[in-house]
């Protein structure tokens, strides 16, 4: 069974940066893909980066190219969301996944398989 525990979430003001970790275990990650998504309140749960466990490409959401970096995998157990000028607009549980399908969208909810708890991140303006 894997487990995605994801931890660096809190309070920041507009302009910080923070860095979310995702440790994952139960399994020997080869050629997944590993996500971050992000839900505010209210709204639907939505699509931030992926990095295929590998390592290699890494793709993003236009909101956050160019500001949020994903990294990790690569036969270590974690994966890193760093987050540089944060915006209120970024508020939100984020959550990171694991895809095993090596086929299909990277950006869709639906074709991941595993789900850590979330972890609240906050950015005041």
């Known amino acids: 069974q894997v487990q995605l525990v994801e931890s660096g979430g809190g309070l920041v003001q507009a302009g910080d940066s923070l860095r979310l970790s995702c440790t994952a275990s139960?399994?020997?990650?080869?050629?997944?893909?590993m996500g971050w998504f992000r839900q505010a309140p209210g709204k639907e749960r939505e699509f931030v980066a992926a990095?295929?466990?590998?390592?290699?490409?890494?793709y993003y959401s236009d909101s956050v190219k160019g500001r949020f970096t994903i990294s990790g995998g690569n036969a270590k157990n974690t994966v890193y969301l760093q987050m540089n000028s944060l915006k209120p607009e970024d508020t939100a549980v984020y959550y990171c996944?694991?895809?095993?399908?090596?086929?299909?969208?990277?950006?869709?909810?639906?074709?991941?398989?595993?789900w850590g708890q979330g972890t609240q991140v906050t950015v005041s303006s």
């Open positions: 139960g399994r020997t990650f080869s050629s997944e893909t």
């Open positions: 990095v295929w466990w590998s390592g290699g490409s890494r």
């Open positions: 996944a694991v895809k095993t399908n090596k086929y299909g969208s990277r950006s869709a909810l639906s074709e991941y398989d595993y």
